[in-house]
């Protein structure tokens, strides 16, 4: 403690307070604004939404027999089970890379992702994980791999159009074909293996190394083998056989020859269909024949410049044979045999969903206009009758573009009719449930997966009441004088009654009835209603 003396006084000043008050200046200087919540406020949500993606494979659950779930696997690495009462979402879980994959059958749901290398059993009911298995992958994959993705990063692979599944054929990454048995065996081509795996336990049965210098289209299990289709240099199909039990290879061979065997290929449950649009023939053969012998069959009767071949079922039915033709002007439902190929019926250009109920045939169509939707409900064999009571025009509040993509589960109703529910992607991203009595049960915004931009919007005040609402919640003109807020409150209501009367006698009782019951689109007095203006990667 010092002591300064002076004439006038004497001042005593304690060097502890001292260095105090010079800290505590120092923190104030370092001190930035600070904004926090209530403890109650933290982790609660006012409202959230969650979405799965624009669908990649769709399947409506056929483990029950009132098909009440909806499996969707998207092109965003999200696997889901989506209500069909409600549109809800059951369960879902997000992949850390893209799905290459999603095989369903009865009650099994396996998906198989990282460029065929990872895979899953799923519970349908719960969405619990049920095994996990990882396959490894061969060393020639591994040095293939390694030169072509070098240089993609983790967000390219996963939105890669180039990892691609098909059943049927192609030349996608990934195959898959099931075996059905007690118990089932799946059998995956991928990463230059073949592999057999079992769906009960996840467990490899049997892995050999097919390598990685064919194109390899299809595999196709048939008794006791399993076929390996591979196109080389784009114009040789080579032919591998493989047992079933323990993956021997019981030989290869070169089978035929063409141009056409790189272009667009079915495999079919007995016959093996492809395209050669330059000569404007379709060739097929028996895979139960010799595959030397290709019959050619012309379709330059059909309307449209170019066709394209697709698939009529998800999966392989086994004894069906049935494929569409699809030209620009219209499709052709088509059956192939193993010595013919006849024409069912002529569709218009739209979606196509078939599936079978009680071994017959029925096919929905679906078209989309700007402001309505056509279904039409076809029972396809000799006769080729339309179904009159399952054939609607829908009209539509918000147009989607054209339906894309969509599965069909038929059942039959109580009263022994006919029933449907069939999900549908449409152009824009979204996910519709169709109903057999002609409407939309409900729709999904997928589009809002990936947003490119958001904005806060306020709103404009209320067209009656607009000069009340200043009176009574203005700060800067109150006076703090309780007895005059309490006098300019009491002036802003008598001024509201009297806009709301004007506004009656003005427009009507009916109308400001009408208007009463519609949410309006107008600010609260508080200024805390708003809108949120969002616009997505697809233009929405």
Known sequence: RYKYSTNICHVYVCRGCMARLIFVLYLYLLSDTCLALYED?????????????????????????????????????????????????????????????????????????SRGTLLRSWDIASGYLQWELAVQRSSDSK???????????????????SVQVDNGWGSGDVKVALVEGNPSTLLVLANGSLAAVSCKKGVVLWSVVVGVDHSYRAIHPMGDHVFVFSVQNQAVLVLSKYTISD????????????????GDCLLLHSVLVCLDEQER???????EEQLTKFSSFSFESLQGSSCQLKQLFA????????????????????????????????????????????????????????DEMYVECWR?????????????????????????????????KADQGIGYRAAVMWEDSSLSLLHQ?????????????????????????????????????????????????YLQRFYGQLLQIQESVSSLSRDGLAYWLDEQDTEKMFGDRFGLRKIIVMATENGK
């Open 281 to 287: 023939l379709l060739r097929s053969v028996g895979l």
């Open 380 to 412: 396809v064999g000799n006769d080729n009758v339309r179904v009159d009571e399952l054939s609607h025009t829908i009209d539509m509040t918000t147009h989607r573009g054209a339906p894309l993509k969509g599965a069909i589960h038929l059942f039959l």
């Open 143 to 161: 040095s293939h791999d390694d030169k072509s993705h070098d240089d993609k990063s983790h967000d390219d692979k996963l939105h890669d159009d």
């Open 41 to 113: 406020e933290v982790g609660v949500f006012d409202w959230k939404q969650q979405y799965v993606g624009r669908a990649k494979f769709m399947y409506l659950d056929q483990s029950s027999p009132s098909g009440k779930r909806i499996i969707v696997a998207t092109e965003d690495a999200a696997l889901a089970v989506i209500n069909t009462r409600t549109g809800g979402i059951v369960w879902r879980s997000l992949f850390e890379d893209s799905i290459d994959c999603l095989l369903h059958h009865k009650s099994s749901l396996i998906s198989i992702s």
């Open 247 to 262: 993956g021997q290879l019981e030989g290869t061979e070169e089978l035929v020859s063409g141009a056409w065997l790189g």
């Open 437 to 485: 009595t002609g409407h939309l049960v409900w729709s999904r915004e997928e589009a809002l997966t990936r947003i490119s931009a958001i904005d806060f919007v306020g709103l404009p005040s209320a067209h009656y009441g607009t000069q009340a609402f200043p009176l009574m919640f203005d700060k800067e003109q109150s006076t703090g004088n309780m007895f005059t807020m």
């Open 315 to 370: 999966n392989n039915v086994e004894g069906r044979n049935e494929f569409l033709l699809a030209g620009s002007h219209s499709q052709y439902l088509i059956n192939a045999t193993q010595k013919s190929v006849r024409v069912i019926q002529e569709f218009p250009v739209g979606l196509i969903m078939a599936s079978l109920l009680e071994s017959e045939l029925l096919a929905v169509v679906v078209k989309a206009t700007s």
